[in-house]
Structures are given as structure tokens and as C-alpha cells.
């Protein structure tokens, strides 16, 4: 990496690290519990973005398989957390 772009890869992993710490604020003292889903959803969507800072970082592909896994993770924790909002259950017993 040239020294620039090696400055610049740097400044963005540690915004995004503070990015992460003020949304662990927002998910443990937020107002309503929307608040709190799109604090988590978000956190996720940074770890995807830490994660691939330090592929560049470490100059591989190998991190690509964890970035897919968080960000399924993510979706599937954000879907289910909504639902159990809206209607209070996940996994609806009853099939009419």
C-alpha cells in the first residue's frame, strides 16, 4: 500500500470503531426499542465495513466469507427483532 492510501485505510477503520462505540450508546440507552433494532442493524453494517478494512488492510480475500456471514446474520436478527416488535412472537404457532 503507498503511504497515502495506508493513512487513509487507518483514519477509516478508527471512524468507523468510534461509529460502532456511539451506536453501542444509542443501543443501550435509546428512547424506544426501534431505536435500539436500527442501533444493532447498524453496528452490523459496521463490522461488515471493519471487516473489510482489514481485508484491505491485510491484503486478503479471506475475509470475504465472514463479511456474507455478518451481513446474513444481520438481516436475519433485524427481520426477526421487527417481527417480534409488530406482533409479539416470532415463530407464529397457529397456521389458518
Known sequence: MTDW???VVHVCLFVTTISILLLLYRAVKG???PDR???LD???I???A???IMAII???VQ???IILLIGILTFIATVSVAKFLEKGVIIDQDRD
Open 5 to 7: 492510501f495506508s493513512v
Open 31 to 33: 428512547p424506544s426499542n
Open 37 to 39: 433494532v436500527v442501533a
Open 42 to 44: 447498524t453496528i452490523g
Open 46 to 48: 459496521n463490522l461488515i
Open 50 to 52: 471493519i471487516t473489510g
Open 58 to 60: 491485510l491484503d486478503t
Open 63 to 65: 475475509l470475504n466469507d
